[in-house]
């Protein structure tokens, strides 16, 4: 449903669609919010924020160069955007009144009541339940991640501090029951905003594929993520384990739902995986996409533009771009661009230091991302680029 309300100074182009409510004023400004009436995020003077679910905001737009730049929204500014988005509202609420139009003037209200204190208190909440989520692939950002494991199994690669103060587990079904008792009561109706399960944390896929099945199939009875699982389940992999499942245990992960896989494979380069402590090869990088894709399960490879710094720039380039052309990739797969900088006091910024090979600055990462892409306009798969580094949920 869509409506426009004018007042002596402003016009208004609302809409309440099943997933969203989004309010419009003079086509310049907008915000948008799930049906519980939390901020997912608006565009103001020509740039896009966006909240995350622990209330981490996000500011997007063209820097310099025209660079794709997303930065940490301090939390006084991030405060602002809110009360920005509260005073458009009760400028609404003055045009809308009841009867026809009771279900829009109820989600203005409901917006509204969000305040920054109302939200800083939902974002406690939810860490509390559900903990970080410092990752996703793009393609899931939309998805309910919901935690079949905690932290990675691997979690000694040197550049990657996103679980270092957590030790790998399998949460037990009876607890993993109560966790998605609590995602469900979390989102309410605002689950409608989420079009597919994400099965956390870094590395779910080790795990048997028995208690795989067992978790996926506690989800898929919850009467609360129906439409979510339509949307189908995804993961996260490491090469050296998605290669213990043979492709026989991928085709019956495949039947119960399991329809998009991300390996993190970083580079095609090995001596730059030896440099940053993560096992692998491409051999069998090869063999895990070929056991996926004869599940007829997508890939979604991420590799790190600007792994290894200046000095492994070129190695890493054209021994990732020669493994990606090898892979047996199709139209439903998309390979992930991210651009990386090292993480402040990691082993691997150390390491880079101590033997003087030099980090890519913004614009010679974006120039190397540039060459990647152009260099890859022939694959089958979609080539997309974005920033692991800085991401909100």
Known sequence: MQICFENTDSVFEVSLKPASFTVMKNSDTLFSYDLMGRLLGCFINKKNYRRGLDNSFQIRYRGYLAMPTEEVLPENEANNIVEAGRHVLTELLSVVHNGKNKLFRDMIVKSKNFSWEKLNSDGTRFRIMSGEV????PDQYRSVVLRITEGCSHNACSFCNLYKNLQFRTIPKSQFRLHLDRVAEFFGTGLSYRRSIFLGDANAITISTSSLIDRIEI?????????QILGGFGSFVDVFTGTR???EEYKELKKFGLNRVAPGVETGYENLLKFVNKPGTNAEVIDLTISLKSANISVTPIFLIGLGGI???????????KLIKELPLDNTDIIYLSRFTPSSGS?????????????????????ELKLWKSRLKTIPAKVVSYNFTRFVY
């Open 219 to 227: 989800i898929s009875a919850h009467s609360a993520f129906q439409q």
């Open 347 to 367: 082993r691997y910024e150390s390491n880079l230091k101590s033997k003087n090979m030099g980090v890519l600055s913004e614009e010679n990462l974006y120039k």
């Open 134 to 137: 410092p990752i996703l692939p």
């Open 311 to 321: 000095k492994f720039k070129d190695e890493h380039r054209e021994q990732s771009l």
């Open 245 to 247: 499942k043979s492709s």
